[in-house]
């Protein structure tokens, strides 16, 4: 099992820059492909994008393609995204997952973090 908790949501401005940060306890997130979700008010969770186990692949959904990135520090035990020219359409709960799996459905991740809010004004 692992345990996942995230930091670095908030408010910011359009264009801006953000970068949200899961720290996992309990197992090295080496052995996880690990994944990025967010869920806006009213809407179904969506996948945002992962990094699999095997260094340098990542998949990232179309909306955020060329703008988010995931990285991961297996020293820390934490994977990040970088979130760049920031839309309105960005304003979710952001939550993080993990799972050994290669799959981008919300249902294939078994272990979540608690989320974290990020904000985009107009």
């Known amino acids: 099992q692992v345990q996942l908790v995230e930091h670095g949501g908030r408010l910011v401005q359009t264009g801006g820059s953000l970068r949200l940060s899961c720290t996992a306890s309990g197992n090295t997130i080496s052995t996880y492909t690990m994944a990025w979700f967010r869920q806006a008010p009213g809407k179904e969770r969506e996948f945002v994008g992962l990094?699999?186990?095997?260094?340098?692949?990542?998949v990232y959904a179309d909306p955020v393609k060329g703008r988010f990135a995931i990285s991961r520090d297996n020293a820390k035990n934490t994977v990040y995204l970088q979130m760049d020219s920031l839309k309105p359409e960005d304003t979710a709960v952001y939550y993080c997952a993990a799972d050994r799996t290669w799959r981008d459905g919300k249902a294939d991740y078994n272990y979540w973090g608690q989320g974290t809010q990020v904000t985009v004004s107009s």
């Open positions: 990094s699999m186990k095997s260094a340098g692949i990542t």
